[in-house]
């Protein structure tokens, strides 16, 4: 074995998977390194690309695996002796150098996602606070790692630049700076094309798998190396599908079968790809107030899409890898646009099935921010462990049903609420009764307010009705 990089320690043979500890001017063998989980990237060792007018090379990667999935790091040397580390999860990327640590560094335990730090002018907001373990390595590494070991990090992000605390290491915090990419920005080159991915070491990354329920045994549908968990349309047993065998995390509950307007494994054309509709999941307002569904999209080598359904229409949303400019309060902005809060709100998974690139449970909870500008939308959603930004515009519904056609259940469209015909109507009214309201006595108003509840808690009533 040949160590390219002097700043190496370890490395990890790419045939009998044995470790190697350089030390000093020994190397040790270390062990076996479990095999990297195959998943859909298409990076891999010896990959390429430029940034910052610098070339690069991928040389190491080690796999880490937290509550809700798994992420890879990749280790990069650049043409001119330096390294840093490609962050790559769920098709979002993030290259940072290791910086010197100035000043006081805030301590692991509090930090939360939502929160912001300022650090040198900028003001980041924490996106990830969490602790993975490592479960497999590749190639070579600039420090020991293994099976169990234990990374403890924290992300934060401003705009498109992007900041890594880790405090793995009790003696001293690492701290690395750079900004969210994409593969064509970096110039990648050396990647694996479709017919590599599908055929490395057996595995069938990215592509849609038939699988058999261990809980029941009924047919299930996984993207191998996406997504990491199922939920079985028959028994809804929770089964994790990101080893290399189907194993059951949760029996299913008997619960009574939920319907969604889409089909799972409906197939659709959407700028230019074809998307299958992987996942569906039921969320509802903290106090039960209003519902709508979430159904996951999928297509080899893109991102992730989500349709969104609720009473005021359907919305086409993605996850943000550059984020908005947030003051985290009540404005934010994006491409030279501004964005006011339009509401703030707690959503509860109460039903999901299919499979999805996290492990979602029933009662899951996050915290969501709304902003708007004119028909588009973000979103911030903010968990315990992580924050996320997306973007969404509205989706007519005919556009809908072109898409999906006869997988479109167009008996199962949900009608607006009742509480927003109600608000309609009561603008109407006090638009039509301005002059002649403000030109009445004071007891009419009072008879006015009634009358308004009297149109208002009705429509509530039916909206809980319609929740339950």
Known sequence: MEFKSTASVMAVCAYCKTTLLKDADSVKNLGRMSEVLEDYSPLQIGSAGTHGGRGFTLIGRIQLQYSAGFWNEWYLLFDDGGSG???????????TLE?????????????????????????YTISDVRTARCTAGQGELPFKVGPGWEARVADFRAKDRFMTLDYSDPASTRVYVGEAVD???????????????????????GKIAALQCPSCGSPLQAVT??????????CHARIDTAGATAVVLAAGAA???VHFTLELGARSNLDGRSYTVLGAMRRSEGDGSSTWSEYLLYAPGKDFIWLIESAGGWQRAEVMNRWPDWDGAANASFQDRNFAQRCSYEAVVVFAIGSFNWRVAVGDRTRILEFANHEMRLAAEITREEMTWSRSLPVPLDQVRAWFGEHVHADLVPHPSYRD?????????ALLNLIP???APSSTIVYSLLAALGIYLP?????RLDAG
Not at 85 to 95: E, I, R
Not at 99 to 105: D, T, V
Not at 422 to 429: E, F, N
């Open 85 to 95: 580390w490609l962050s790559d999860a769920s098709g979002q990327y993030a290259l």
């Open 99 to 123: 910086r010197p640590a100035s000043g006081a560094l805030p301590l692991f335990d509090k930090l939360v996602p939502g929160n912001t730090l300022r650090v040198a002018s900028l003001l």
């Open 183 to 205: 593969l064509s920005s970096l110039s990648a080159q050396l990647l694996r094309d479709p017919a590599q991915i599908s055929d490395s070491s057996g595995r069938f990354r």
């Open 225 to 234: 190396g996406i997504t990491v968990q199922t939920l079985c349309p028959s």
């Open 255 to 257: 619960v009574e079968a």
């Open 421 to 429: 015909t109600a608000r309609k109507m009561l603008i109407a009214l």
């Open 437 to 439: 309201l403000i030109e």
């Open 459 to 463: 429509a509530y009533y039916l909206d």
